[in-house]
């Protein structure tokens, strides 16, 4: 069975930095996209960013020039640095990660940004 686990998440004050790290368990091959997600209250879940196992990556608007995702090569392994938070960046953060028509989604790790 194939479980993703985040972990990094917590209270940081405006304009602070965290780091979200996610690891997946149980699966012998690689996805091919593995992305982070996040969702506020009241709201619904976006894509935060993305990286294929090729290395390419998408960024939502909002976190461009802020945020940056990485893996591990041939694992199953995906960070998000967050630097200059924001309150608006509160939220829950989902780890996501797909190969082929399968896909799976992390508990969640909650980023609260607050002074």
């Known amino acids: 069975q194939v479980q993703l686990v985040e972990s990094g998440g917590g209270l940081v004050q405006p304009g602070g930095s965290l780091r979200l790290s996610c690891a997946a368990s149980?699966?012998?091959?690689?996805?091919?996209?593995m992305a982070w997600y996040r969702q506020a209250p009241g709201k619904e879940r976006e894509l935060v960013a993305s990286?294929?196992?090729?290395?390419?990556?998408y960024y939502a608007d909002s976190v461009k020039g802020r945020f940056t995702i990485s893996r591990e090569s041939g694992k199953n392994t995906v960070y998000l640095q967050m630097n200059s938070l924001k309150p608006e960046d509160t939220a829950v953060y989902y780890c996501?990660?797909?190969?082929?028509?399968?896909?799976?989604w992390g508990q969640g790790t909650q980023v609260t940004v607050s002074s």
């Open positions: 996501y990660g797909r190969r082929l028509s399968d896909y799976y």
């Open positions: 149980g699966s012998i091959f690689a996805f091919g996209v």
């Open positions: 990286i294929t196992n090729a290395f390419t990556t």
